[in-house]
């Protein structure tokens, strides 16, 4: 059982609005803190749209989605946060910006309150310092979709307290997803594995290996993954691929990790991938078709 009464989500971009979905969907009383209105009634949307779709599916009653949706709150004030127990940060995978969100938070949340990061591929302790309570910081990194995604990674750092990564794996079950433990090194277990294998695949396409369909459907039908490599970048977003692998390029200094050049050109000409609607492939036609990317 839960000691978690209230929960507190920073950011309601792709990780923000799942997070603050399976909250809400699990009974916990969520407010979502964006930084505009416009971006508060976006994150809005995109869980009724999840919401509607999993009625559809048969996956959630009618009864359940109202439920989750007067469990959610939008806000654009950090005090409107200040009751939470929990706050899960999802904003860019930025050290600056995550540890300006830390200091402030840390001056309007309960002493008890427990801090969560769902970055990627900072550590949890370049984040403890900031927020000003080490031993309640921890990093939770749910997976995208997460709605669909099963598994959150539960990262105590050195200064966690025992009682924190206790409260935050009950909080996880208590979503209904699986918790695992992972040491607080950059990219936790997943992404370790994961990230140099999306830059592989860029690699290979700027060798002329093979065509970005080909390596998509080379990994699908070869390797059973869900969804080829660069169907997935597109999925996680480029400039979130970009700076995690700058970030473990960074901490790391393996070539393994280094953003290749076509990544950081797609990023600086807007090509973000779903979320823009236009990465490795071009979403503004159904079925979506491969961009144009100069090879
Ligand atoms: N939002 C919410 N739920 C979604 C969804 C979305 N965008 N897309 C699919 N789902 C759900 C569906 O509702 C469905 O749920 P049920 O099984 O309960 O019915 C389930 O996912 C399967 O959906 P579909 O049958 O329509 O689609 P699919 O079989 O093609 O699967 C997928 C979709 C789950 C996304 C699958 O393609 C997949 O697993 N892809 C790989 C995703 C992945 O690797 N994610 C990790 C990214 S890396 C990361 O997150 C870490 C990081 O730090 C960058
Ligand atoms: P995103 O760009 O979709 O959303 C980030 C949101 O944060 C934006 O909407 C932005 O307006 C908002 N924001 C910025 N500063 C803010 C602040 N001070 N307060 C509140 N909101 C603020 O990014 P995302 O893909 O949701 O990623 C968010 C975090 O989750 C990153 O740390 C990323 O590495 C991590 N993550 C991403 C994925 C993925 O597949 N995209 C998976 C797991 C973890």
Same mark, same amino acid.
């Given at each position: ?47 009724? @749209? ?49 540890? @300006? ?173 779903? @979320? ?20």
């Amino acid at each position: 059982m839960s000691d978690i009464r209230k929960v507190g989500v920073l950011g309601g971009g792709l990780m923000g609005s799942g997070i603050a979905q399976v909250s809400a969907a699990a009974g916990f009383p969520t407010v979502v803190r964006e930084v505009s209105e416009q971006l508060c009634a976006k994150s809005r949307q995109s869980i009724e @749209k999840s919401l509607a779709k999993s009625v559809e599916r048969g996956k959630t009653t009618e009864a359940e989605r109202e439920a989750a949706l007067k469990n959610l709150r939008f806000v654009t004030a950090l005090d409107d946060l200040s009751d939470s127990d929990l706050f899960i940060e999802a904003v860019v995978e930025d050290l600056e910006v995550k540890n @300006k969100v830390w200091a402030e938070l840390n001056g309007i949340a309960k002493t008890e309150a427990i801090f969560a990061s769902n970055t990627s591929s900072l550590t949890i302790i370049a984040m403890a310092a900031a927020s000003g309570r080490p031993d309640r910081m921890l990093g939770l990194h749910f997976f995208n979709p997460v709605p669909a995604m099963k598994l959150v990674e539960v990262v105590r750092t050195i200064t966690t307290s025992e009682e924190t990564e206790r409260r935050a794996f009950q909080f996880v079950q208590a979503l209904g997803k699986e918790p695992i433990r992972a040491k607080d090194s950059s990219g936790f277990v997943v992404n370790l594995l994961l990230i140099p294998y999306m830059l592989d695949a860029i690699n290979a396409l700027e060798s002329n290996v093979a065509s970005v369909e080909d390596i998509d459907k080379g990994m699908q039908l070869g390797a059973g993954h869900p969804m080829g490599p660069f169907t997935l970048l597109d999925f996680v977003g480029l400039d979130t691929a970009y700076k995690i692998s700058e970030i473990m390029f960074t901490e790391y200094r393996d070539k393994r990790y280094a953003p290749p050049p076509l990544l950081k050109r797609m990023v600086l000409a807007g090509m973000l991938g779903k @979320k823009s609607g236009k990465g490795f492939y071009d979403y503004s036609v159904n079925p979506p078709r491969v961009s144009s990317l100069g090879l």
